[in-house]
């Protein structure tokens, strides 16, 4: 089937430090990929996006790498913020040319100050 | 910024009771969407239109649900007899891209559902 999932329900991090959100997926067809971040009682923001074709991507402080021999993505979050502090969610599009997305179950980053 | 704007926030229902959630995507945009998040759990998807059609759904939308694009703006979603297990907050969004697997999805703030 298919599915996306993270690792770890929670992480915390001290301010100022990197943090590594990991997740794992299982549907080879899925060829592009996005990490959000929700706030509490907000809708999924955009962070980042990454092709399949591509091991790398970075943007302002943060970087996704891909490695499809083992389904894995992770979301790398440099020097976080107490407002860095929300759930992420890891989604790809499904293998139906919908632009269905399917989401994981989401880490919630806690930054201490 | 352009942004995906839903009514509304919030509405409590009792069970039985008919519920629409309106929804305007951005402009510009091609595919809309519904997604659903029960408190505390991830976001599922619920089904998408395209082209004034569904193009896909879920098991999750069955015969009680519903979409209409009634006119150039808005994007509903009507569930006909709302259950407790209803409850949930309901996330519409809309793409721009010109194929439907590649490109942001923008969703907007969500309508929170509590169904008594």
């Known amino acids: 089937g298919e599915n996306v999932g993270l690792h770890l329900p929670t992480l915390s991090v001290q301010e100022g430090d990197n943090s590594i959100i990991n997740c794992a997926y299982s549907?080879?067809?899925?060829?592009?990929f996005i990490w959000y971040k929700q706030e509490s009682g907000k809708g999924p923001q955009f962070i980042i996006d990454i092709r399949s074709n591509m091991d790398k991507r970075q943007g302002q402080r943060v970087t996704v790498l891909l490695n499809k021999t083992v389904k894995h993505l992770s979301l790398q979050i440099a020097a976080t913020q107490p407002g860095d502090s929300a759930v992420y969610f890891c989604?790809?599009?499904?293998?139906?040319?919908?632009?269905?997305?399917?989401f994981g179950q989401g880490t919630t980053l806690q930054v201490k100050p | 910024e352009p942004e995906v704007t839903q009514t509304p926030s919030h509405q409590v229902t009792q069970m039985g009771q008919e519920v629409i959630l309106r929804c305007v995507p951005i402009s510009n945009h091609l595919y809309f969407y519904w997604y659903r998040q029960i408190l505390g759990q991830k976001v599922e998807f619920l089904v998408s239109f395209y082209n004034n059609e569904i193009s896909e759904k879920s098991e999750i939308f069955d015969d009680q649900f519903s979409v209409e694009r009634p006119d150039g703006s808005n994007f509903t979603l009507k569930i006909r007899s709302t259950k407790l297990e209803d409850s949930a907050m309901y996330f519409c969004a809309s793409k721009a891209a010109p194929s439907a697997n590649t490109g942001e999805l923008f969703f907007g703030e969500g309508s929170r559902l509590t169904v008594l």
């Open positions: 549907n080879s067809a899925s060829d592009y």
């Open positions: 989604a790809g599009y499904g293998s139906s040319n919908t632009g269905k997305l399917i």
